[in-house]
Nanobody, 124 residues
Framework: QVQLVESGGGLVQPGGSLRLSCTASGTIFSINVMGWYRQFPGKQRELVAGITSGGTRNYADSVKARFTISRDNAKNTVFLQMNSLKPEDTAVYYC??????????????????WGQGTQVTVSS
């Protein structure tokens, strides 16, 4: 069974920075895309940033130039560096791993996993 464990959330003042980390553990042969989503109260989860195993990145327009996603493939870990945080960034942030290969004998059997979520609060 694959588990995603997030860390790094918390309370920060506007203009401050936080760094989120997420590590996938279990029987994993490869992960295609790792990413971060966030969810505001009463809203659907939305993509913040994603990164492929080859390093291709994409960002939501609202976080471009402020957030940076990176990844350590050897450790199945993804990071989200969040700078110049705004009150409107306040949300629960979820880690996602997509296209996870967990079987040596079935390389076409790929799955999707979510972390438990970490709260980010931007407030003075």
């Amino acid at each position: 069974q694959v588990q995603l464990v997030e860390s790094g959330g918390g309370l920060v003042q506007p203009g401050g920075s936080l760094r989120l980390s997420c590590t996938a553990s279990g029987t994993i042969f490869s992960i295609n895309v790792m990413g971060w989503y966030r969810q505001f109260p009463g809203k659907q989860r939305e993509l913040v940033a994603g990164i492929t195993s080859g390093g291709t990145r994409n960002y939501a327009d609202s976080v471009k130039a402020r957030f940076t996603i990176s990844r350590d493939n050897a450790k199945n870990t993804v990071f989200l560096q969040m700078n110049s945080l705004k009150p409107e960034d306040t949300a629960v942030y979820y880690c996602n791993a997509d296209g996870v290969r967990t079987s040596y004998y079935r390389p076409d059997f790929l799955r999707n996993y979510w972390g438990q979520g970490t709260q980010v609060t931007v407030s003075s």
